[in-house]
């Protein structure tokens, strides 16, 4: 069965360029519940620890550095369906690759600078949200 959490980043490109509350907006007028919410700027130790399941990819560094270069939204989401229909709401990685009316295909610059993150399954939704909120952290 599907779950009802997923883990989201609003990205440093997306808060620099002051999207943040347009991104904010989109997703609640999707449906989505903010359960969880920070606005936070993780170190490079964090970054590299929350995209440790990356860390053999070519992109690893350059992720590392573009995520901890500046400030972030980070927040735990509530929906039926959750994870599946967040991607759906921000669209393929690749913002050229995004369908129309998405968060990528509105607000990201290229595949690294991609505006938001969503989490790919229950599971790293978890995972995710654990990283930044405690139990008493939630709502
Ligand atoms: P995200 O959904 O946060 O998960 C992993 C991130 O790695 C992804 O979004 C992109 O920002 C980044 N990424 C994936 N592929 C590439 C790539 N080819 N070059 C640079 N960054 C990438």
Known sequence: MAGKRT??????DA???????????M?????????AMKYTQLSQAQA???????KERPFYGELVDYMSSGPIVAAILEKDNAVEDFRTLIGATNPADAAEGTIRKLY???IGENAVH?????????????????ECERF
């Open 118 to 134: 969503g989490s790919d399954s229950d599971e790293n939704a978890a995972i995710e949200g654990n990283f930044y909120f405690s």
């Open 27 to 35: 997703i609640e007028k999707a449906g989505f519940k903010v359960i």
């Open 108 to 110: 990201a610059k290229s």
């Open 48 to 54: 590299g620890k929350f995209y440790e399941v990356h």
């Open 15 to 25: 808060v620099a360029d002051g999207n943040m509350g347009a991104i904010l907006s």
């Open 7 to 12: 883990f989201t980043m609003i990205k440093p």
